[in-house]
Each structure stands twice: as C-alpha cells, then as structure tokens.
C-alpha cells in the first residue's frame, strides 16, 4: 500500500468519525442540511490557499507559501477598488462581477509570480522570500485601502458563487472541487506535474536530467498566487466588505491542512485529494469545537498544537503504519492525483 493511500484512507475515516462524534454530542443538528451547507460554504476559500501551499511545498527547495492570505486579501481589496471606479454594481451586476473575479486572479497571479521570480532568479530561500513578500502585500493592500474595509457589495452573481446552492450543494464548494480536480490532473497527467514532483523528490537528480528548475518554481508559484487570487473572490463573494485582516489565522490553517494531507516539508509528494479531504476534516472539527463552546482562542492553540503532532507523526511513519492494517487497493503511484 502506498503512503498517500494510506493516508487517504485515515482522512475518509476521520470525516466519517467527525461526522458521527458531531452528530451524537448535537442530537443530530451537527447534520442537519443547513449546518452541513454552511460548513461546505466555509472550506473553499482555505481550502484554496491549502493547495497553494501544498504546490509550494512539493516544489522542495524548502518551499512553502507564506504569503497565500495576504495576497488574497490585496487581491480582493485591489479588484474592489479598481472594479467600483469602472462598473457600476447596481446597473451591470454580471459585468461588475465578472471583472472583479477576473482582476483578483490576475492580482494573484502577479503576486505568485514576484515570488516564483524571486525564489527561481534571485535564489532566495522561499521561506524568507514569501515572508517579505507576505509583509509587502499586507503593506499594499493597507495603504491602498487606508487600512479600512473596502465595500464590495452584493451583486447576484457574486453573491450566488458565495452563498449560493446547486443540488443542496454550496457553489462556492463545487467551484472548489473542480479546481482541485483541474490540479489533480495537471499535476497527475503533465510533463509539469511529473517534473514538479520529481525536483523536489530529488533535485539533484532532476537536474542531471536537465529539468528547467527555475522555470518549476516560477510556475509553481504563479498557481499558488493565482489560487489565492481564486480565495479572493471566494471571500469577498461570502462578505460584503474586504479588508487588509481578513482570515488572520488562515496561513496556520492551512499549513496544517497541509501536513496532515501527507505534504512533505522536504518536498516530492502531494496528493491533491488528500489536501480537499483534509480541509474537510478540519472544518468539521472547527465546527464541532463551536458546537462544544470552545471560544476561538482556544481553536487557535488547538490548530497549533495539531501541526506540531502531525509533523512529529509524519515524521515517525505512525499514520503509514496504522494506514497498513486498512483494506485500501494498491496503486502503482503515489506521487500526484
């Protein structure tokens, strides 16, 4: 069996057990339709800087993203402001939202790519690179915004990607899902996906092999800003207003997110499946906390103390163990989706 298998099998297990823990202490509010919706409607926006930050973490080098929220929030606040000058939300909603979805990404997409150019071009170590970076944009989207709310509005269609349902299902999630399922493939089926998994697996050995790295980590990067261009939207669509402080507690999250979805610090494996089915978990563990009265603080410390455990977890091979003993077909690979 393989690792991710394994670990993919202990994360549906883990939904599963949630789901039943949360109905009981609930009396099975924890699952009624509108609770469930709600809790779909909250997983894509960190759902989307999870598999930013998984990218960057696959890529090696000591990659990770640290820029993902910040970025999301200037992107959000920098379409706001742009798009309201241009288009009016009352008189051309479709228009307005429309433009305003297409400037955040392509925000993102800017900020992810100043990041790639600097981690591939400049050499600098992507931790302190996206560290700079996330202090640059939070600066930004200050100053922009004279550190007060930007108003973005309510238009429908905006409103619907937000608070909408299709089939009892939120559409910001099912836009989620296809993201994901657009990555998996990428990363899967591509000569890119094959080269990025392979450079951090062994960078040594994809250079003999005459991989463009430098071009790797820039692309790489560009779709974790893009991705937090995508978060944008997300958030502003569930929100009225934008602001610089927006999801404060969002990079621990969706660190996390991403070690327990099996993502390895040292870079080479990352599953996109496992990083959506991860979000999920913690999702519906944040909102059984809420269910048990456990203040925000409190789920704070608790996020915290988890990356700590499931990296001395991952570190030791306790999950692969306990995956062993679960009846979960072999795959021949491991690597992608």
């Known amino acids: ?17 949630l789901l039943a823990i949360g109905g009981a202490v609930s009396g099975g509010t924890y699952l009624s339709a509108f609770n469930l919706q709600s809790m779909a409607s909250q997983v894509p926006e960190i759902g989307l ?25 200037l992107a959000g606040v920098a379409a706001g ?6 288009v009016s ?59 007060r709310a930007v108003t973005i509005g309510s238009p429908e269609p905006l409103y619907q990607l937000g608070n909408g349902v299709i089939l009892g299902l939120p559409i910001g999630f099912l836009i989620f899902v296809l993201i994901a399922l657009v990555l998996g493939a990428v990363l899967r089926f591509t000569p890119f996906g094959l080269r990025l998994m392979l450079t951090g697996a062994n960078p040594r050995a994809a250079g003999f092999c005459g991989f463009d790295k430098a071009r790797i980590f820039t692309v790489t990067y560009a779709l974790s800003g893009m991705l937090a261009g995508c978060a944008g939207v997300i958030i502003a669509a569930r929100n009225v207003n934008v602001k610089w402080d927006y999801g404060t507690s969002y990079l621990l999250i969706a660190i996390l997110i991403a070690v327990m979805a099996g993502v390895r610090p040292e870079g080479g494996y990352g599953r996109v499946t496992c990083v959506v089915l991860s979000a999920v978990v913690l999702q519906l563990l944040s909102s059984l906390l809420n269910f048990v009265g456990l203040s925000n603080f409190v789920r704070d410390l608790a996020w915290g103390a988890l990356l700590l455990a499931f990296l001395a977890i991952g570190r030791f091979g306790v999950i692969e163990r306990l995956a062993s003993h679960l009846p979960i077909p072999r795959r021949s690979r491991a690597a992608q989706d």
């Not at 900020?111 to 690179?129: M, Q, S």
Request: proline share 2%; hydrophobic share 60%; charged share 10%.
């Open 89 to 147: 939300v009352d008189d051309a909603p479709w228009t307005f939202s429309l433009a305003f979805a297409a400037v955040a990404v392509l925000v993102g997409l800017a900020g992810g790519l100043l990041n790639g150019l600097i981690i591939a071009r400049l050499g600098i170590t992507p931790i302190l690179c996206t560290l700079g970076t996330q202090m640059l944009f939070t600066g930004l989207t200050v100053v922009i915004s004279d550190g």
């Open 49 to 73: 800087l999870a598999i930013g930050v998984m990218l960057a973490m696959s890529a090696g080098n000591g990659g990770i993203d640290l820029s993902g929220i910040a970025l999301a929030n």
């Open 1 to 17: 069996m393989s690792k991710l298998d394994g670990r993919l099998g202990v994360l549906m297990l883990l939904v599963v057990a």
């Open 81 to 86: 402001l742009l798009v309201k000058d241009l």
